[in-house]
C-alpha cells in the first residue's frame, strides 16, 4: 500500500529507524529539545502515539537541519473534538480554498471573503476555514469580535490603516529563532513595534474579550522597540557583508572608525592642494585603485620636480605614479577603518539579534 501511495503521489520517502519512533527515545528527545524534566507541562501525562511521531519528526530535523530549532518552542494537544473533521472530498467540493474544476485559488470561498490587509491576518482566516470550530463558548467568543469590528467603523478602520503595510512579525520571528535575521527584518520589526502602542490605544476602551486578550498580548515591547529604533537604520539594506546597517550615534567606536572614511575625501583634497603647492606640479592627482591602493600621479612634464621623499610605485603613459609615508599611513589606516567598521557592525548586529531572541514568546503572542 505504502509503495503504491510512494508511485501515485511521485514523492520520495526517507525510512527511519524504527526505534526513533519508541515511546522510549521519543520522549528522550522531546524532554531534551524542550529542556525539561516532563511532558506534564505541555498537557501530555503520558506518551501516546503522537508524541512519538514527533519526537521522530524532531529527530530528523536535528540530523537533517544542521541548525538550531529553538523557534519548535512547545508541543500543544490538538483534540479532534475541537475543530470540525471534513474529508479531502468534500474540502474539495465545497472549494474553499481551490475551485474544483481548475484547482485556481480565483473564485473559492477564500478569496471571495478575503479581506485582509496584513499577511498573518490572511494565514489566520484560512487556518480558521480549514478547522471550523464545534465549541460553542469559543464560536461566540469569535463572533463577538468579528460582530463588534463590522459595527464599529471607526476602531475597523484605524486598526487597518495601522496593519496596512506593517511588517509580517509572525515570519521574523521565526528568522530571529533561527539566527537568519537580516538588518532590513529588524529595521521593519522594530517599525511594527512602535505601532503597537498606538493599536492597543484603540482597543483599549472595548470591552471584548477575545480583542481585549489580543490587546493585552501586545503591550511591554517599549526597550525592544527603542533599542531596534536606536540600532538598526530605517533603509538598513537585507545583507550584512557591506555594513552600512547599524545606525549613527549607537556606537561611538563604529561613529569614529565611519568617520575614517568619511571625512576621507576631504584629507584627499586637502592633501592634493598641499602637493600642488610643495611641487609647483599643477597637474598633480591624488588617485586609488584597487591594484596599488592610493598613489600620486605626476604627468612627465613635472616629473623633474618630484621631491626626494616620493617612492615611484608605477609607471604609465605619460606620467609617474609615487607614494610618500604620509599617503600609506592614510591608506592603512582609511581601508583598516574600513574592514574594522563592518566587523564591529557585524558584533554590534549579534547582540541585538540575542536581545530580540531573548523576547521570541512574546513575539509570537504579539504576532
Same mark, same amino acid.
Given at each position: 500500500?505504502?509503495?503504491?501511495?510512494?508511485? %501515485?503521489?511521485?514523492?520520495?520517502?526517507?525510512? /527511519?529507524?524504527?526505534?526513533?519512533?519508541?515511546? *522510549?527515545?521519543?520522549?528522550?528527545?522531546?524532554?531534551?529539545?524542550?529542556?525539561?524534566?516532563?511532558?506534564?507541562?505541555?498537557?501530555?501525562?503520558?506518551?501516546?502515539?503522537?508524541?512519538?511521531?514527533?519526537?521522530?519528526?524532531?529527530? *530528523?530535523?536535528?540530523?537533517?537541519?544542521?541548525?538550531?530549532?529553538?523557534?519548535?518552542?512547545?508541543?500543544?494537544?490538538?483534540?479532534?473534538?475541537?475543530?470540525?473533521?471534513? =474529508?479531502?472530498? %468534500?474540502? /474539495?467540493?465545497?472549494?474553499?480554498?481551490?475551485?474544483?474544476?481548475?484547482?485556481?485559488?480565483?473564485?473559492?470561498?477564500?478569496?471571495?471573503?478575503?479581506?485582509?490587509?496584513?499577511?498573518?491576518?490572511?494565514?489566520?482566516?484560512?487556518?480558521?476555514?480549514?478547522?471550523?470550530?464545534?465549541?460553542?463558548?469559543?464560536?461566540?467568543?469569535?463572533?463577538?469580535?468579528?460582530?463588534?469590528?463590522?459595527?464599529?467603523?471607526?476602531?475597523?478602520?484605524? !486598526?487597518?490603516?495601522?496593519?496596512?503595510?506593517?511588517? =509580517?512579525?509572525?515570519?521574523?520571528?521565526?528568522?530571529?529563532?533561527?539566527?537568519?535575521?537580516?538588518?532590513?527584518?529588524?529595521?521593519?520589526?522594530?517599525?511594527?513595534?512602535?505601532?503597537?502602542?498606538?493599536?492597543?490605544?484603540?482597543?483599549?476602551?472595548? +470591552?471584548?474579550?477575545?480583542?481585549?486578550?489580543?490587546?493585552?498580548?501586545?503591550?511591554?515591547?517599549?526597550?525592544?522597540?527603542? !533599542?531596534?529604533?536606536?540600532?538598526?537604520?530605517?533603509?538598513?539594506?537585507?545583507?550584512?557583508?557591506?555594513?552600512?546597517?547599524?545606525?549613527?550615534?549607537?556606537?561611538?567606536?563604529? =561613529?569614529?572608525?565611519?568617520?575614517?572614511?568619511?571625512?576621507?575625501?576631504?584629507?584627499?583634497?586637502?592633501?592634493?592642494? +598641499?602637493?600642488?603647492?610643495?611641487?609647483? $606640479?599643477?597637474?598633480?592627482?591624488?588617485?586609488?585603485?584597487?591594484?596599488?591602493?592610493?598613489?600620486?600621479?605626476?604627468?612627465?612634464?613635472?616629473?623633474?620636480?618630484?621631491?626626494?621623499?616620493? $617612492?615611484?610605485?608605477?609607471?604609465?603613459?605619460?606620467?609617474?605614479? *609615487?607614494?610618500?609615508?604620509?599617503?600609506?599611513?592614510?591608506?592603512?589606516?582609511? !581601508?583598516?577603518?574600513?574592514?574594522?567598521?563592518?566587523?564591529?557592525?557585524?558584533?554590534?548586529?549579534?547582540?541585538?539579534?540575542?536581545?530580540?531572541?531573548?523576547?521570541?514568546?512574546?513575539?509570537? /503572542?504579539?504576532?
Amino acid at each position: 500500500m505504502s509503495e503504491q501511495l510512494e508511485q %501515485t503521489c511521485g514523492t520520495e520517502t526517507t525510512r /527511519r529507524p524504527a526505534h526513533e519512533f519508541s515511546a *522510549y527515545q521519543a520522549e528522550r528527545t522531546l524532554l531534551t529539545h524542550f529542556g525539561v524534566s516532563t511532558l506534564a507541562g505541555f498537557g501530555f501525562e503520558s506518551m501516546s502515539a503522537s508524541l512519538c511521531a514527533a519526537g521522530a519528526v524532531i529527530a *530528523y530535523l536535528n540530523e537533517t537541519q544542521k541548525t538550531t530549532l529553538a523557534h519548535v518552542g512547545s508541543i500543544r494537544r490538538r483534540a479532534v473534538s475541537d475543530h470540525l473533521q471534513i =474529508d479531502h472530498s %468534500t474540502w /474539495r467540493s465545497l472549494e474553499i480554498e481551490r475551485t474544483l474544476r481548475s484547482g485556481a485559488t480565483e473564485g473559492s470561498l477564500l478569496t471571495a471573503i478575503d479581506r485582509t490587509v496584513h499577511p498573518i491576518g490572511s494565514r489566520t482566516l484560512r487556518r480558521w476555514l480549514r478547522a471550523p470550530l464545534l465549541a460553542r463558548d469559543e464560536i461566540v467568543r469569535r463572533q463577538d469580535a468579528v460582530g463588534f469590528l463590522v459595527d464599529e467603523d471607526t476602531v475597523r478602520l484605524d !486598526l487597518r490603516r495601522r496593519l496596512t503595510g506593517m511588517a =509580517d512579525v509572525e515570519r521574523i520571528a521565526g528568522r530571529v529563532a533561527l539566527s537568519r535575521t537580516s538588518p532590513r527584518d529588524l529595521s521593519a520589526l522594530g517599525h511594527a513595534l512602535r505601532t503597537l502602542p498606538q493599536m492597543v490605544q484603540t482597543l483599549q476602551d472595548v +470591552r471584548v474579550e477575545f480583542l481585549q486578550d489580543a490587546a493585552s498580548d501586545c503591550g511591554g515591547f517599549e526597550e525592544l522597540a527603542d !533599542l531596534l529604533a536606536r540600532a538598526i537604520r530605517d533603509d538598513a539594506p537585507s545583507v550584512m557583508r557591506e555594513g552600512g546597517f547599524i545606525a549613527d550615534g549607537f556606537d561611538a567606536e563604529l =561613529d569614529r572608525l565611519r568617520g575614517v572614511g568619511h571625512d576621507g575625501k576631504q584629507w584627499l583634497a586637502e592633501f592634493q592642494q +598641499r602637493e600642488i603647492q610643495r611641487t609647483q $606640479v599643477p597637474h598633480l592627482k591624488v588617485g586609488f585603485n584597487r591594484v596599488f591602493g592610493y598613489y600620486i600621479e605626476v604627468p612627465n612634464t613635472g616629473k623633474d620636480r618630484v621631491p626626494a621623499d616620493y $617612492v615611484r610605485k608605477q609607471t604609465i603613459k605619460n606620467a609617474e605614479r *609615487y607614494i610618500t609615508d604620509e599617503l600609506k599611513k592614510y591608506e592603512t589606516e582609511a !581601508l583598516g577603518a574600513q574592514d574594522r567598521a563592518i566587523e564591529l557592525e557585524t558584533k554590534l548586529f549579534e547582540q541585538i539579534r540575542q536581545e530580540t531572541a531573548a523576547r521570541l514568546e512574546a513575539l509570537r /503572542r504579539v504576532a
